[in-house]
């Protein structure tokens, strides 16, 4: 017998043993739980016995029963939400006798101490984890947020969320540091078990409200159970139920909340021009004087390299196009909820409604329609099952593709506003000298609109046969359907078509079908003091994706959006993606006296997006705690937990659908381009983490997590790059490493608590670092992103202006004086003044008529007073690094304070440090657009030509200018609610209302930041797409305010 | 027992279900090179579709715009595609870095082009192992044209490239050896008169839209074709003035007089065959005409009959300003200077900011084919006989047949230009002659030789046309500004990918362009210095 077949058998030997059954005769365990501060019952509390399949719930008094419990002595467990478990051991059942154990709960004000299921084997107290598991329920959140997963925001220590401003958008997390150079390192997503497909999947479909509680599982160290797509980690979000309430209850709640959006800080436009003008500044003229019209207007004289102000005011009326574009407006969210439990079934239902119109009057809004049903039911005393429904359905109006570039293009002083010929309320172009045309117009003619269907479904069947095994069947299924529909109607015009175009029409349909299928087996028993928890697990996965899209123009008829009407055919696209995976697991964990715990898993997961020679790999993970407070010796009395934690594990990320194929990419007409030259040994990248943490919690009051993580992800999916001479432009390659550490802390306070008013704080804070340590490949720029060993993801790479004397190395020293640092911060030519021997100063451009000169220094020509780029060794400018998105560190501060019938919520989140790329307003430098070029007020001394702006601007070359500080403080959420004393509703009693809510929210209230754009909070959509720790500001939608009133009827 | 029963019936379940699962799937979307080859049909596809793939590495925007500004036919104060940053003044060095912004006007063809070759390799290689289309000979002849007019191409703009044919077995290499531009265009002339010898010993139609030229050819008019793009690359190849000089020109000449007999005009289609270089050329988005691009006033300067190009020339390139200029040419204005002509049409708005430099804007906007949607559909001029004829013009004029030469300028320079006939002295000797000398000197502002006539001629009618034949004269009449990169090195990534060290040319390095002297015939002429 070989080492491998003997450990086989002695697994199976171990299996048996712990399968063994209790042989006795039943008694009865009876009690009443109560809570310990308040003294009341405590309903709906599940009360188990350890080792068996007996439980009960306690009814409204608090009381419980549970029959046919085999005589023996059993550790008895008591589970609420809200409250911290209770277990009493030595609880002696005889035959055909009542034994008694009550219960004192005491409420779980920490997170630490709730109850969890994510990574571990069943529900587990998170005092007893040996890993971090982030943990949000909806008391948590009395601000349902634009997306439900922003939830977590500023909760739940080592989230980073890049959101779209957009209503409607999905969003971006990251959970710690970024885990892929290449691909998402957003964590896998399920909603009641049901795993969100990789396509289709997003959260701007999921209804906040709905939400009961998330757990969050931040990298491998946690989430191994969850393979080989789970290195960034997991985010299991749970709906209502309705097994909260008492039994035989019926609940029904009317929420209704409205208010009103609006842009939370705007960017400065220019209000001045460099047009010529006659001395009174009111009238444009030539250079001999004679006036002339708006549109033969020349501009001041540039003598070579330039030199004119942005100084003269407009003779016509100047608009605000920050307000002639942006708009206040509405959003309201209704919801019908109603639930029902009765002694073997409990279910939930709800319907909500929501409308956003964002910030832009009558486009870009967003629509959404969902119902949701969740049923429990109990068929037998050994089997139950679960099932969940959740589809919505939404449309969403898109914005013209350029519409907030369109926007920075517009000169001040033409109105937007004003109505076209072709009956458009808006005009086409109001500028005879406009680049872009009116984004209004755009926006107002064109049809351009996202419908989505969502369908979210999972089924659950429990078989619980013995006290000590319990069986599993999932089935989760994911179905998104969108339909996109753009037409521009025959007539209209466009950029391409000023006069009135042919018409274009596209379409593009799309779904995901994702499936995921699995059984279990749960197998748990207790020896004495130590107990064990083992599941094993087989599941499969099965993902569908489909795009279809077709298009044409030149329309044979007005108004007909129909893809018939177009005579000439394009974009006929199809795409197929099928994802197929399967994968088993094991899983044990061990817990001796409540004190020493042990967690290890095995799962191994083969996926079709594996090379065909990588098809199947392993992940693990080993895990130990110890809670010392639960030793005798513990010697501090007010330290009534203490946690020393361990947690090592693996777990992967996936190529994409056709990473692994040798492809010719079919272009438009057939043509055929090579592509991808195939690897059939690609592996999926692979996530070490290593968590090491301290929980405890002090008199009683405060709770505090610690944790560092290290994580190293190997073999990161790259795209490296082929010599031409092979036909085919690169190969997807295992070709890097990225590490990153994490320190963490979580510390909740409960500062006061008493019957009238209760106090609670919470702190959130992380600090991340992480770099590429391994690059197989050339070294990359792609825009501001730059890939290479040693540097981070999130880093900016471009030009750099010269700030220091020292970086003048091009010069003798004793000609550097030639040069000043000018009241911008740069570095500028200045000359040397022959007649005061002495170098000029950089305030006398205007007195000495230095601008648009050249000053020559040690032989080199330069242009007076402008900004200098650093140049690499053959004189072009050199590329280095000029910023960095990633925040120094994070935290978030929450206080929640009950007051009689009211409750105050706030969150303040902060970022500290992270720079934001504002390409928007490098834009705006080229049309001398930003109320930055503008002279009018400036010391004489200080005032910059026009072209001084130009060079700043870089030819739209990413450059260090505009490289702006991105921290923050952000009142994220406030929300005061009160609650209608019951004696003012003794009027409403008739109509069935127990309970009234009164509420006003805010979001995104109030922001201090350095940033001069709209908002700090923006994401890299064009080069740092899956990377949300990049910022780029270019033409977002931004992140606006929202106040809203909110009235939440129970009936 | 029932319940270890119930254990093991669950796990043998589970790995049922998984194990049952098939984890391979095809990928339907993208074909991969056995399914491109494996049929006869496909590899008459993969042959067909060559020319719209060359078509994008020729006439889109990556290289078209560096190099028809570089060579100073358009000018423009946009960033894009390279092109400012390859002709401003002074001149600067190509910057060959991979992190470079527009380092796609050199990666575009070097990579797209010799995906061309290898794609028609491979469709080679799998007639050579019998897969063959029904008509074999139209594939092999198309096959050898298009290998030629790729290598052609990569030779033009690159110091070096890979010269692979189809009986290259790449999978034994490990690192490719690319050969100097010489060697890859004998290659490229070596294909193309393979393709003459299979197309003049067979006889097949190609046919139009959807794939190959999209225009109907046949066999003999690809022999003509292929005669075209020989004439053309010998001419072209030469980096200076002394390599045009020693070009073949009675090789020439026979090629250019075997080539095409009609405009080669492949029918345009959008989003599938389109032309970036003419749709910006032509580009008017709102009110603004050629907002992209108007025509240098080096292109059409020397037709002025005023002294606005010559004070123009005269002042530094920092100081000058745009001009409005009066000439008999028809194709620059109408009867009045602000009437529009048959190629152009003054306009005195400019986009461009001055910090680009006031030497690249221009009041002459380029109207030849439409304001900016004629792009879209309808056949684009690609290879024109006008061009034939001006090449057989200089290859005559080399040859000390001046004198046929003349006719051949006239045909255009009469008929789309309405000025009178150059003789072998050139225009007629009277004010507002056409083309006048304008660089500084003695002879500034007298009236051009036959040479200038020519040089003119070529210029002004291939504008908009084809986007690369004036660099590529340019270098060969040392007429670019000084310092001009004379070509592209190897792209950085591709040197990265080789660990080579990078290099590169222009603004004073290796490959720059000397300072012009456009005046100077190769010949003995009138009115030549």
Known sequence: MNLRRRSRHASLAWLVLVAVPLQAQTGRITGIVTDSTAGRPVANAEVSVVGTARRATTIETGAYAIDNVPAGTYVVVVRRIGYVGARRGGVVVTADATTTADFRLRASVFQLQEVVVTGVVGETEGIKLPFTVGRLSSEDSPVPPANALEAIQGKIAGVTVAPLGQPGSGTEIQLRTPTSISKSSSPLIAVDGVILGTEGGTSADLNGLDIDRIEVVKGAAAASLYGSRAQAGVIQVWTKRGQDLPDGETRVTLRSEFGANSLAHKVQWARYHFYRMDAGQTTYVDSAGTPLPRDLRVEEPTTGSGFRFQDNPYPDPVYDQVDAFFDPSSQFTNSVTMAQKTSKTNWFAAFGNHRSRGVIDGHGWYRRNDIRLNLDHQLRSDLSVSLSGYYARSVRDELEGNTFFDLINIAPDVDLRQPDPDGTPFIFQPDPFGIRANPLYKNATESDWTARGRFLGNATVRYTPTGWLSLEGVASYDRSDRFHSFFLDRGLKSDQYQSGGPGFIDQENEYSDALNASVSATLTRQYGATSFRTMLRALIEREDNNETEAGGQDLAVVGLPDLTNATVRSNLNSTFRDIRASGYFVITGVEHAGKYILDGLVRRDGSSLFGSLERWHTYGRVSAAYRMAEEPWWPFENIGEFKLRFSRGTAGGRPDFGDQNETLDVQEGGTLAKENLGNEFLKPERSTETEYGVDLIAFDRVSVQLSYARSIVRDQLILVPLSAGFGFESQWQNAGTIVGNTFEATIQAQLLRTPALTWRVGLVADRSRHKITEFNRPCFRTAIAYRCAGEPLGVMYGGHFLRHPSELTFVPDTLRNRFQINDDGLLVPVGFDTVAQRPYAYTQGVSDSLWGKSVTIDGVSYLWGRPLLARDASGNPAIVRIGDSNADFHFGVSNEVTWKNFVLYGLVDVQVGGQVYNATKQRMYQWWRSGEEDQVGKPEGLRKPAEYYSSLYNGNDEIDWFVEPGGFVKLRELAVRYQVPVRYLAGLRSLGIRGAYLSLVGRNLFTITDYTGYDPEVRDEETNANNPVARVDDFDYPRFRTITATILLEF | ?529
């Open chain 2, 1 to 529: 027992m029932r319940t270890i029963a119930k254990i093991i019936g669950l796990a043998l379940a589970g790995g049922l279900v998984t194990g049952c699962q098939e984890l391979f799937v095809t990928n339907p979307n993208n074909p991969d090179r056995e399914q491109a080859t494996g049929q006869p049909a496909a590899v008459e596809g993969l042959i067909a579709s060559a020319f719209l793939l060359w078509w994008n590495e020729v006439h889109q925007n990556e290289p078209a715009w560096a190099v028809s500004f570089m060579a100073d036919e358009f000018s423009g104060g946009f960033l894009d595609f390279g092109g400012h940053h390859s002709s401003q003044e002074p001149r600067q060095a190509w910057i060959n870095t991979p992190t470079f912004t527009y380092n796609d006007a050199s990666e575009s063809p070097w990579y797209g082009l010799h995906s061309v070759v290898s794609n028609v390799n491979d469709a080679l290689a799998a007639m050579n192992r019998g897969v063959v289309p029904v008509e074999e000979a139209r594939a092999r002849a198309v096959a050898k044209f298009m290998q030629g007019i790729s290598h052609g191409y990569l030779a033009l703009h690159f110091d070096s490239a890979y010269a692979f044919n189809e009986s290259v077995d790449l999978d034994t290499i490990t690192i490719p050896r690319l050969s100097p531009y010489d060697v890859v265009m004998d290659t490229a002339i070596s294909e193309l008169e393979q393709a003459i010898a299979i197309g003049g010993a067979s006889t097949f139609t190609i046919p139009g839209p959807p794939g190959w030229f999209r225009t109907p050819v046949t066999n003999a008019q690809l022999v003509d074709l292929a005669n075209s793009f020989i004439a053309r690359f010998l001419i072209s190849v030469p980096r200076d003035r002394a390599g045009r000089d020693a070009v073949d020109w009675a090789r020439v000449l026979t090629h250019a007089e075997q080539g095409i007999q009609t405009d080669l005009m492949p029918v345009a289609e959008a989003e599938v065959f389109e032309n970036g270089f003419t749709f910006r050329a032509a580009r008017q988005r709102t009110t603004t005409p050629s907002d992209f691009a108007r025509a240098d006033n080096w292109l059409v300067g020397p037709a002025d009959s005023t002294n606005a190009f010559i004070n123009w020339v005269n002042t530094p390139a920092a100081t000058r300003e745009r001009f409005q200029l009066r000439t008999k040419d028809r194709r620059i204005h109408g009867a009045v200077p602000a009437d529009s002509g048959k190629y152009f049409r003054y306009h005195n708005a400019s986009v461009w900011a001055a910090s680009r430099g006031t030497y690249i804007r221009s009041n002459y906007a380029y109207i030849r084919l439409g304001r900016g949607t004629s792009w879209q559909v309808g056949p684009q001029l690609a290879l024109t006989v006008t061009e034939m004829d001006m090449i057989r013009a200089e290859a005559l004029i080399r040859l000390n047949r001046a004198a046929e030469a003349v006719p051949l300028i006239n045909l255009t320079r009469e008929s789309n230009g309405q000025l009178p006939p150059v003789t072998i002295d050139g225009p007629p000797d009277e004010p507002g002659c056409v083309p006048r000398k304008y660089m500084p000197g003695p002879s500034q502002g007298q009236c051009g030789s036959l040479w200038d006539a020519l040089r003119y001629e070529k210029r002004i009618e291939m504008a908009g046309v084809d986007p690369t034949v004036a660099y590529f004269d340019a270098r060969g009449w040392q007429t670019l500004v000084q310092d001009t990169y004379v070509h592209f090195p190897v792209p950085g990534r591709e040197l990265e990918t080789l660990l080579k060290p990078l290099y590169t040319y222009g603004g004073g390095l290796a490959g720059s362009a000397p300072a012009p002297d456009p005046h100077r015939c190769p010949v003995l002429l009138p009115r030549c210095p």
